[in-house]
């Protein structure tokens, strides 16, 4: 069995002249055997510098990280069992495809000429770059490079594999033919998976997890959709989705959510479950916002709004509004996404419905979330 927990790990640096920097702070996960983990946040959150303390390549300053039952802190990186795959790909350039790819096995394993080289075929071939095996990496493709890369880590079945970005050097097409076919891959194999990105896309797309680290501390860490439609605070409900979720900074007075642009009336049940706090984000996904062309919807959450500006993206348009009697100098904007058939232009009335079950609210002081939008059409994902 081949679980990894990290438990309380924590990594600090030392600058110099008495400067710390926490670039991981109290990390607690466990990726279950075989499971596909998604660890995603801003750039200089600690994502490298975690799969870097898993591989051995930085030490730790605290916590403890166990592959299966045993600890590994102190385990030097060859004696880890796990397998790393760069952005770089690193490959050695004076070697063939089946050198680079035999290289680890015949350096740290015992095994003979004959095994290896049945391996690196099979291996290859899984792969989809058997006709390569003769050539250099400078007579590849920036993809069969990316390929020869995940062929030598697959060669050596670890443990685990930890891979940081693998696909950001290849173009936008081939990156998401390679996600798939990496997750094809990390499915057959089994092996307990780190793989760390800033691009949330490829975190919702690939994890069976995901785990949102934001300065050091872990915000969360559940399924895409979980993290998606119940998101913990302000920040993965930020974070997770694009276009972003809207925020509202919102003050509640008497029955209703207030700020200079919009007033927003809150059901009974609502405002029954948001204990003493006064102060809230109001978020609300850019899809779950009702468009209306005309003025035919009246309620207490419709908004009279004007069209600013029209972002086609083929299949949806995005479209930023502004509320029609917001007349402030710097107006309050969100996003609507709609069918990329409908006709909207810059400058148009339109109505904007943001219904009460899709909203949701975070305590303005912590960021923690109060109320997720209703999720009784979501499959897979508790309703809170
Ligand atoms: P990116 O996506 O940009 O690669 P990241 O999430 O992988 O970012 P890390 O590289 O893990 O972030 O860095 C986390 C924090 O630790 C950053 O603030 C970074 O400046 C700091 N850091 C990383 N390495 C060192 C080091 N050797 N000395 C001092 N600070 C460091």
Redesign the pocket.
């Known amino acids: 069995m081949t679980e990894l927990t990290l438990d309380e790990v924590t990594k600090v640096?030392n600058?110099g002249s008495g400067n710390e920097?926490v670039?991981v702070d109290s990390v607690d996960v466990t990726i279950d055997d075989g499971e596909f983990l998604v660890l995603v946040?801003p750039?200089?959150?600690?994502?490298?510098?975690?799969l870097r303390m898993i591989a051995g390549l930085e030490t730790i300053s605290d916590g403890e990280i166990r592959l299966g039952d045993r600890l590994i802190n102190d385990v030097s990186p060859a004696d880890r069992d796990i397998a790393m795959v760069f952005q770089s790909y690193a490959l050695y350039p004076h070697m063939t495809v089946r050198q680079n790819m035999s290289f680890g096995l015949e350096e740290s394993t015992e095994m003979l000429d004959d095994e290896i080289a049945a391996i690196v075929e099979e291996t290859a071939t899984m792969m989809g770059i058997e006709e390569l095996l003769d050539r250099k990496p400078s007579e590849l493709s920036g993809g069969q490079q990316q390929r020869v890369a995940l062929g030598r880590a697959i060669v050596r079945d670890p443990d685990a594999f930890l891979m940081d970005e693998p696909l950001s050097n290849l173009d936008a097409k081939l990156r998401a033919t390679m996600r798939t076919e990496l997750q094809r891959i990390q499915e057959d194999l089994g092996v307990t998976t780190v793989y760390?990105t800033?691009d949330q896309t490829e975190a919702m797309t690939m994890g069976d997890r995901i785990a949102i680290?934001n300065d050091?501390v872990l915000q969360q860490v559940g399924t895409p959709l979980e993290c998606y439609h119940t998101p913990n605070n302000r920040f993965v409900a930020g974070f997770i989705g694009d276009p972003s979720m809207n925020f509202f900074d919102v003050t509640l007075s008497g029955d209703s959510l207030t700020n200079e642009s919009v007033t927003y009336p809150l059901p009974d049940e609502i405002r029954a479950s948001l204990d003493e706090a006064t102060n809230f984000t109001l978020g609300v996904r850019p899809e779950d916002i009702e468009f209306h062309d005309k003025q035919t919807a009246f309620g207490d959450h419709n908004f009279e709004c004007v069209v600013d500006v029209v972002e086609p993206v083929g299949e949806s348009n995005n479209v930023y509004l502004r509320f029609a009697d917001d007349d402030s100098p710097d107006p309050e904007m969100f996003i609507v996404t709609i069918s990329g058939m409908r006709n909207v232009s810059s400058g148009d009335r339109v109505v904007a419905t943001i219904p009460p079950e899709s909203i949701h609210l975070f305590d303005e002081r912590n960021g923690h979330a109060l109320k997720n939008r209703s999720l009784g059409d979501v499959d897979g994902v508790a309703s809170t």
């Open positions: 640096f600058e920097v670039a946040g750039s200089g959150c600690g994502k490298s510098t975690t760390v800033h680290l050091g």
